[in-house]
């Protein structure tokens, strides 16, 4: 079986975000002898293990190229689609799509949810989504760009506000 990762990798794993690839370890799990992606999520201090083979299916992928993230950043510029909808289903649905992983998903629930001066004030529950989606899109952008995560969240804040 070829590996498609090594050591040093950026990936993002969807519930999770960008982490940094440690190793392949063989471990014994219940008597079965596995090969698991071991991945460090340093700002969260987490170390997850994904058997090598459900890291696909798991949704564990590479950083995103420069060109997808000009779509997701595109996405901010345009209009915000919020829907009359109770606010508990589009937060499911914001949920979810932040757990997708797919940035161009994440772009769309930060645009939603930002809030420019002089709009209504923001629920805690909306404010708390908008902070997950943006910190998951500034860390991946921030990752691509090799920038640091402040002046990524400067340049999105800046499309946003254009």
Known sequence: MTVPYTAGDLVVYPTHGVGRILGIETQEIAGQRLNVIVVSFE???????VPLRKAEGSGLRRLSSQ???????ATLRGRSRAKRTMWSRRAQEYQAKIASGDPVSIAEVVRDLYRNTGQPEQSYSERQIYQAALDRLVREFAAVERIDELTATQRVEQLLTA
Do not use: S
């Not at 700002?43 to 293990?49: C, E, P, S």
């Not at 060109?67 to 950043?73: K, S, V």
């Open 43 to 49: 700002k969260d201090r987490m170390t997850l293990r």
């Open 67 to 73: 060109h997808e993230m000009g779509a997701a950043l």
